[in-house]
């Protein structure tokens, strides 16, 4: 245990992203995303509610930034809207959205806040989601790395620190696998009007090739900047540790979750676990791609840490089709948060952390870190500003983050904690709070209110950020 008040040997950010937070989504030459669409679709987002307005931070980023300013953050995460950039996703740059990122950028930087920009966070143009599918055909490689090069081109002589895509095992699976995130598709045809068998694979693959083929253009552009993909990655922690087969089913779950989108970016191939499992579904990596993917790699790895579970061998199941519980070996019940795939599993961080480094041998990034908590959808704004559920859980997963650096020698650069305000939550509407932050949907202005959570951070952290 570190001590309370000890403060931790890495840097402190919060993190957004734009279809979450920006609303105007009509304003400044803006493009549609397929979030519009999907959200303004009935019956795929909790109430009908959608991004339209989110909680209106394209007008309101300089309050923001000066409520970040006040408790002494000094790194935020933010992404770009392609569709402000290039309305139709290639061709014409639309100055009005490139004035908006640069107002952003120098009123941080006047603020002593560090950019940090990802470049594609789930909005994608509807324009060539319409042309082509998007993340499951090749013409995505080569449109999204012409889109990184003018945000390279823009915002490189003054932002160093950048992510390509962020958890395509997320956009991918959700998007073309389960059907329940934009753009809605999936195998299921009585769930969704568009998708077919392999379609998460093949995301995952182009998203793969996208991701070397951005990290290509930004070394001749941003010779002196640092860049990664994020990843969403839970821990398998065996059920029965004293169980030879629990450990090694726990081991198989996380190579073949862990190792997803890693795997390909590391070793330019799928890994055992994904060939395994999928065969002949799985794209296969060319030699000239493979190599792109090796003779391009990324700095560190960003991690999106939330969840994780335990996991256990079931011997009437296919080795890699592992079984997964929420409850300990003792019937120890994981405190669940707000959202229903969200459970409190503090120790599996340090895990987590070791696992990565292990396999990769990379110093990480933590890029998202964060929870939900219980009723703070319905609850008086004075109950959920006291938001001690997600204090404790800040104060726990950062604690065996620090363990994870003083005792076992992970190599970790920084923390983002998701979110810096209430915001649009997908498919989830606004009944999900992750801020740190307290917005006020019933007020005329969107009111912000600072949370405990984020005096906590602030506290923890100190004036060294
Ligand atoms: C992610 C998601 C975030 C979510 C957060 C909470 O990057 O994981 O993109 O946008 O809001 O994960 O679910």
Redesign the pocket.
Known sequence: QVPAGSKAPFFLGTAT?SY?VEGAFKEGGRGESIWDVFSHTPGKTFEGQDGDVAVDFYHRYKDDIALMQTLGLRNFRFSLSWMRILPNGTGTVNQEGVAFYNKLIDTLKAACIEPHITLY??DFPQALYERYGSWIDPRVVVDFAAYAETAFELFGDRVKNWFTL??PE?YCLLGYGSGVHAPGRCTDRSRCSAGEAGEDLKCIYYSALAHASAVKVFRQLVPDGVIAM?N?IGMSVPYNASSQEDVAAAQRNQAFNGGFVLDPLYTGDWGAERKQVHGQQLPAFTPEQKALLLENQQDFIAL?H?TSNYAYYNKDKPPLLVDTTTKSIDGVQLVQAD?PW?YVFPSAMRDLLNWLTQRYNQSILIT?N?V?APGEYDKPRAEVLCDQFRVSYFQQYISNATVAVQQDGVQLLGYFA??LLD?F??ADGYS?R?GTIYIDYNSTGLDRYYKGSSMWLSNHFGLTG
């Open positions: 992203a979450q966070h789930w962020n958890e997320s994020t969403a999106q939330y959202s969200l998202e964060g939900s998701w979110s915001n939550e997908w999900k992750f």
